[in-house]
């Protein structure tokens, strides 16, 4: 089991940044491609990106892609999501996740964080 725990959330004005950080315990955090994930209320969860285990490929959904920025530090356990020229539109509840493929399908991902809310204000 992967244990993941997401912090770094908050309120954040518009065009603002902010820079989310999962830490994980359990088996070794280099075997996983990591993703992020973001569900606002109403709404389904959905894809925000990925990178696979090696950290050296990473993949973006259309709607985030050129503002944010996934990145992973193998020795540290820890998978980040820096988010800049926030939107109010990105306002959700970021969940960070383990798998074992490449994939922005949610189904693909068999761990998860407990989330932590994003609030951007206009």
């Known amino acids: 089991q992967v244990q993941l725990v997401e912090s770094g959330g908050g309120l954040v004005q518009a065009v603002g940044s902010l820079r989310l950080s999962c830490a994980a315990s359990?088996?070794?955090?280099?075997?996983?491609?990591m993703g992020w994930f973001r569900q606002a209320p109403g709404k389904e969860r959905e894809f925000v990106a990925f990178?696979?285990?090696?950290?050296?490929?990473?993949n973006y959904a259309d709607s985030v892609k050129g503002r944010f920025t996934i990145s992973r530090d193998n020795a540290k356990n820890t998978v980040y999501l820096q988010m800049n020229t926030l939107k109010p539109e990105d306002t959700a509840v970021y969940y960070c996740a383990a798998g074992v493929k490449f994939s922005s399908n949610s189904n693909e991902y068999g761990y998860w964080g407990q989330g932590t809310q994003v609030t951007v204000s206009s």
């Open positions: 359990g088996r070794t955090f280099s075997s996983y491609t």
């Open positions: 990178i696979i285990r090696s950290g050296g490929n990473t």
